[in-house]
């Protein structure tokens, strides 16, 4: 699944007290350090879609417990 920091955002404020920013940083961080999401930038430069590389789908499943 594919998704952009606004759509994590409007997800996420449903549930908890945070920022815009804060996701986005997070994101980053998750992105950039931890190297487990394929980023892909749209051609209009806007928001990039962010996807969970596959080889850590089930890790990261099993560690939320949603399998």
Same mark, same amino acid.
């Given at each position: 699944?594919?998704?952009?920091?606004?759509?994590?955002?409007?997800?996420?404020?449903?549930?908890f007290a945070i920022t815009y920013h804060s @996701? /986005? #940083?997070?994101? *980053? %961080? @998750? /992105? #950039?350090?931890? *190297? %487990?999401?394929?980023?892909?930038?749209?051609?209009?430069?806007?928001?990039?879609?962010?996807?969970?590389?596959?080889?850590?789908?089930?890790?990261?499943?099993k560690i939320l417990g949603t399998t």
């Open positions: 699944r594919t998704l952009t920091i606004p759509q994590i955002y409007e997800t996420l404020r449903m549930q @996701i /986005a #940083s997070m994101v *980053g %961080i @998750i /992105a #950039s350090r931890i *190297g %487990i999401l394929h980023v892909r930038r749209n051609a209009e430069g806007t928001n990039s879609v962010y996807e969970l590389k596959e080889q850590y789908v089930d890790l990261v499943a």
